[in-house]
Every structure is written in structure tokens, then in C-alpha cells.
């Protein structure tokens, strides 16, 4: 059974960066698309960014093109988002998530099969 476990966030200044890991256990990330997702009070999950299991292409939100980037490192099974530039508006509980089956492109819906517990990013002056 694929565990995920994120960390990393924390309280940043507006303009600021934060770097979130999701560690998997249990079995191999690889091969696997990889989703980010956050969740504001009162507000629905959106997905953020994702990379695909199949060819390791990458999908992000329009809110945060060009400021987080996704990648993995399979030899550590983790995957990581990097967050720059953050605003005030990014501030959520992030989730990273695990597709069941190998080889397909990501989504940033969030139909993933596996889900860690969540790391709260917290944008405040």
C-alpha cells in the first residue's frame, strides 16, 4: 500500500519561497503521475501542478505558472514542489497525491487514488 507523507511548509512573507516533499512509502513512485493539490477554508481542492507518469511531462494551474515548479527524484521516491514568488492568495493546506496506475498522464483533477495528510502553507506579512 503507497503511503504519503508531505512536509515542508510553514510561514513564508509574501515574495518568498517554500519547498514541499512528499515522500512515498510502501511502494515505488515511479511511473506513477503525481499530483499537488491545496485547499483554502471555504473553499474546494484545486489541483496546483502534476507530473505524469508516463513521459514526466508537467501541468500547472494558471494561478501558479511560472512561479512553482513540480519534479521528482525516483531514487529518493519523492516527489517536490517548489513554490517562488508566493502571495498572500497561495496560503492553504497542501496535498500531494498518487495515481494507482503506471504510465498515464497526470490530471489536476483530483481523482488520484492514493493521498497524504497535508502540510498547511501559511503567506502572511
Known amino acids: 500500500q503507497l503511503q504519503l507523507v508531505e512536509s515542508g511548509g510553514g510561514l513564508v512573507q509574501p515574495g518568498g519561497s517554500l519547498r514541499l516533499s512528499c515522500a512515498a512509502s510502501?511502494?515505488?513512485?515511479?511511473?506513477?503521475?503525481i499530483g499537488w493539490f491545496r485547499q483554502a477554508p471555504g473553499k474546494e481542492r484545486e489541483g496546483v501542478a502534476c507530473?505524469?507518469?508516463?513521459?514526466?511531462?508537467?501541468n500547472y494551474a494558471d494561478s501558479v505558472k511560472g512561479r512553482f515548479t513540480i519534479s521528482r527524484d525516483n531514487a529518493k521516491n519523492t516527489v517536490y514542489l517548489q513554490m517562488n514568488s508566493l502571495k498572500p492568495e497561495d496560503t492553504a493546506v497542501y496535498y500531494c497525491?498518487?495515481?494507482?496506475?503506471?504510465?498515464?498522464?497526470?490530471?489536476?483533477?483530483?481523482?488520484?487514488?492514493?493521498w497524504g495528510q497535508g502540510t498547511q502553507v501559511t503567506v502572511s506579512s
Open positions: 507530473i505524469s507518469g508516463r513521459d514526466g511531462a508537467t
Open positions: 497525491a498518487a495515481d494507482r496506475v503506471l504510465l498515464r498522464q497526470c490530471v489536476l483533477s483530483p481523482g488520484y487514488d492514493y
Open positions: 510502501g511502494t515505488t513512485l515511479a511511473y506513477r503521475s
